[in-house]
């Protein structure tokens, strides 16, 4: 079994953090690819279990002795996974959970395990896995063979992709065995339409270079013919490097400089070096932006790891260090960013799902869950800050150093604080990355921009209802004078809370304004926007909303929220009960290329209905689904409540389409899609029914 990246050299001291740096200046070596301009993830896919048909055998990575079942003095893990997506688990010796559920986990030899986390990735904007493979010529080779195959299938299915990533520890033969390895095996596996290509070639990344520890012992030489074999072979390649490669020192070996420099992709490992903000801060000012320095200078393409943090350690401060070290490298201009990892429970640095509270892990074995620190952190969470990162590299949202996306989907801020701060905010379009999530961030110093003729609109969901009284609008302090005419709206029954009017910003307030409201419930807030005396745009720096002091109210009642569905079909875990499960993350997939299909639910009664509200998740692409409602008493005679028509999921509109009609009665509600410019699928996460327009 190889050593694990937790052993590793520990970094040397640190020095004491640096103030915050501007924006890094760097160029691009290469344009955007697979690996270049994307988000990718380390996936290890190395959990197998007894009885999964792995050729390994028994418990492996789960369990010190993988003859014996996983148990508090049994294990290698330090955190416990969120199974509830798991079609398959299998029973452990730990515990039962704390709310009694038997301890189980899951095998990543299942195919319905790796569809699940590609499924993930595509649902949270992931783009690209690098799949872990240790020395194929041990005991392991072929279950990694195997999965291999299974990761294929996985991204083919998903339109993710996945590269080799070779680690090299312990590997005795590497040098030769490697050429074998990619000639015999790996290299068929590149003809996928999966397989990442980066600058028209295939990627391949070899992790453990020039690491100063009895496990790398490769010479300079073996590890610059291995690099120089696989450019021979039309690949381009990643290194995985000691965090001080290009200083030599502490854990790199001497003497390794040139192999470092004739790698494509320079990916330098950063776990375990730090555990707070101020280490972060501290290896972006010493160590990660001369690299990016001394990787320009070459053209040399740059792939700084991203971390969430060590969860048994108490690093994660519920998404803050992860946010900064995204926005560090992003900000240093890094040209592809490596999380990791994606499925590392062993060291407690995964951003898989994983368990919430003290109820979902063993009891009394005193495993961290995300809400470790105080805070309630649903289990995707750190997915959905990979979903927010990635848009950040990609210019599709601002560079902020504040985390755009709550640690708990729906959970109120203080009472009497501001109820928009942090909330998910879009808008009916963007001008380049002047994006609506900059007026929720916390900062005037940022700004949304809209583009396009007037009018334009501005929303966010505070994710419950309050008696919102009090609106702060604010510009950038020190913008010149202008007015801006705006009326107020609640989002989901569109009526008018304040009239249009003409709201003056001027430098000598603070370029601040005051809206006053009715103190009526709402839960989203909607600004139109119909003219600006200093600027063709509609534009707002922050939106503060208040209800001072008054709690959470009744909102207006989504008839559809928890009842029973039924579809015409669906592909792998994607099933009709995601539209109404109130989690915009997941979602209803139709059969592929079998149009019309369509999706329903029962509202329980006939009712009056008469606006429905669709989504897809808020990370996907543009979109333009064909698609009719039709709604009926009895479930057998159907009636048109909205004609077939196409239908534009859009993200900067929060991938979020609304459909007035009626009003009419009708138990059943069913949406039929014909059509999808993006998928040969209808697709949905959210079906809203509510009582009238």
């Known amino acids: 079994m190889p050593l694990t990246r937790r052993t590793l050299l520990s970094a040397a001291a640190l020095s004491p953090a640096a103030a915050l740096l501007p924006a890094g200046t760097a160029e691009a070596a290469s344009p955007p690819g697979d690996v270049v301009g994307k988000i990718s993830v380390g996936y290890q896919g190395w959990f197998a279990c007894p009885g999964d048909g792995a050729a390994i055998g028994g418990w492996w990575h789960w369990s010190r002795d993988r003859f014996q079942p996983p148990s508090p003095s049994n294990t290698t893990i330090v955190s416990w996974p969120d199974t509830r997506d798991y079609t398959h688990v299998y029973p452990t010796a730990y515990p039962n959970l704390g709310d009694g559920r038997p301890a189980a986990l899951f095998s990543s030899y299942d195919q319905q395990t790796v569809d699940t986390h590609f499924g993930w990735m595509r649902t949270y904007g992931i783009d690209t896995a690098a799949l872990q493979r240790f020395n194929p010529f041990g005991d392991e080779g072929p279950t990694r063979d195997a999965m291999a195959q299974k990761v294929r299938t996985a991204a083919e299915a998903t339109g993710r992709k996945f590269y080799i990533m070779y680690d090299i520890s312990g590997w005795t033969n590497m040098q030769s065995e490697i050429k074998t390895d990619w000639t015999t095996k790996l290299s068929a596996h590149t003809a996928s339409s999966a397989y990442a290509r980066q600058n028209g070639k295939p990627v391949v990344c070899v992790w453990g270079f020039g690491f100063n520890d009895d496990n790398h012992a490769f010479t300079p030489a073996a590890c610059l013919d291995v690099i120089n074999w696989l450019k021979a072979q039309g690949c381009y390649v990643i290194g995985g490097v000691p965090t001080y490669w290009r200083e030599g020192k502490n854990d790199s070996r001497a003497g390794y400089l040139d192999v470092y420099h004739a790698l494509n992709m320079i ?10 903000l101020d280490g972060l801060d501290w290896f972006y000012t010493n160590v990660n932006t001369p690299d990016q320095a001394d990787c320009n200078a070459r053209g040399i393409d740059y792939q700084p790891c991203v971390l969430p943090g060590d969860l048994s350690a108490g690093h994660r401060r519920h998404g803050d260090f992860y946010w900064r070290s995204l926005y560090n490298m992003i900000r240093l201009g890094a040209q592809g960013l490596y999380v990791s990892m994606f499925d590392e429970f062993n060291e407690g640095n995964q951003i898989a799902k994983t368990a919430e509270t003290a109820a979902s892990v063993p009891a009394g074995t005193g495993i961290r869950a995300l809400d470790e620190d105080g805070t309630p952190c649903s289990a995707d969470y750190y997915l959905r800050l990979t979903t927010d990162g990635g848009r950040m590299l990609k210019g599709q949202i601002a560079l902020t ?56 609109t501005l929303q966010v969901d505070l994710g419950a209802a309050y008696a919102v009284n009090r609106l702060v609008l604010r510009l950038p302090a020190g913008w010149e004078r202008r007015t801006q005419t705006i009326s107020v709206q609640d989002g989901t029954t569109l009526t008018t809370l304040a009239g249009a009017a003409g709201l003056v910003f001027d430098p000598g307030a603070g370029d601040a304004v005051t809206v006053t409201l009715p103190g009526t419930a709402v839960r989203v807030l909607r600004l139109s926007f119909t003219g600006n005396t200093g ?3 509609a534009q707002l720096a922050q939106i503060q909303a208040y209800a001072d002091g008054a709690p959470p109210v009744s909102p207006v009642t989504d008839l559809a929220r928890g009842k029973s569905t039924s579809t015409s079909g669906y592909v792998q875990s994607y099933a009709s009960g995601s539209v109404v499960d109130g989690d915009p993350s997941s979602y209803w997939e139709s059969a592929n290329n079998a149009f019309p299909q369509w999706v329903q639910v029962d509202l329980g009664a006939a009712t009056t209905v008469g606006r429905f509200v669709l989504r897809i998740p808020p990370s996907w692409g543009a979109r333009t689904q064909t698609l009719a409602i039709t709604g009926s008493t009895d479930g057998s005679t159907f009636t048109t409540l ?16 609304t459909v007035t009609a009626g009003p009419a009665q009708a138990r059943y509600v069913r949406v039929t899609v014909t059509g999808n410019t993006a998928w040969p699928a209808g697709q949905l996460s959210t079906l809203e029914v509510y009582p009238s327009a």
């Not at 990916?267 to 707070?276: A, L």
């Not at 909205?642 to 389409?657: H, L, W």
């Open 401 to 456: 150093a504040v985390r755009p996306t709550l640690p708990l989907i729906g959970s109120p801020p203080p009472t009497g604080g501001d109820l928009a701060a942090g909330r998910a905010a879009t808008a009916s379009s963007t001008n380049g990355p002047y994006a609506a999530a900059n007026a929720v961030d916390g900062s005037t110093a940022t700004y949304w921009e809209s583009s396009g003729p007037f009018p334009q």
């Open 535 to 537: 600027w063709p745009a």
């Open 642 to 657: 909205a004609a077939a028509a196409g239908r534009t999921f859009d993200p900067a509109g929060g991938n979020t389409v």
């Open 267 to 276: 990916s330098p490992w950063m776990v375990g070096r730090t555990g707070d």
